[in-house]
């Protein structure tokens, strides 16, 4: 089955970084602020699994959620979800000279690829220790096995992005004490997600081009002459 996908949107926010600031405020900012410390990781929250509803039920799930029906003759017996979300946490600090000059930059950035409510929906109709159940759940199994490799496989590229983004957008610095520290990493923020946006997109379609490949009709075939 496809999966649910949720991505974490933010808006953007009034541009103040070092491309809009003068050449000489960046200098005098860069001159003490230091490197932040950069982690970017997957985080996979616990698989749960959900025995409550008919297969009626899971079909109507599957069409509504993906705009198609199962495969003709087949009944949809099991259904695999997740969300996939981004988490950015960083602590911003400010110092403002006697003329105004006014600098902003973060310290200890945390980027986390979360994979939320992992869930995996066997038929009620399905008798747990049963051939049809253990195929049902194997199948719905190997998606969610499929989901963490695809998002481990993408963390590299997205670190590799991120610090690029965070390298050239290290700094908020301004001609005057004018925004706040939360206005400030709001605006960072916002440049730091709209970089990777995109990779969590490329996930996205990534997944459903190798969940395609375990949804194929001859799959289903084959995992039906299993239990004959």
Known sequence: MKNFFYILLFLSFASFSNAHAAPDLNVRCKGFAKTPEVSVKAVFEPLKYDHSKVSRTLSRLHNQEYGESAHRGYQVQGLSTYQLGTELEFIISKRTFNDGVTCFYPEDIKLLIVM????????????????????????????????????????????????????????????????????????LKDRYLAAINPLIDEIKSEIGVEQQKLDRLEQYDYEQSLCQ
């Open 116 to 187: 939320k409510e992992p869930t995996i929906y066997i038929a009620r109709s399905l008798k747990k220790g049963t051939c049809a159940y253990n195929i049902a759940l194997r199948h719905e199994q190997t998606h969610q096995q499929i989901n963490m490799e695809v998002i481990e496989h993408f963390v590299p590229l997205i670190k590799e992005r991120f610090l690029q983004t965070v390298k050239k957008y290290s700094l908020a610095s301004r001609e005057k004490d004018d925004i706040t520290i939360e206005q400030a990493q709001k605006g």
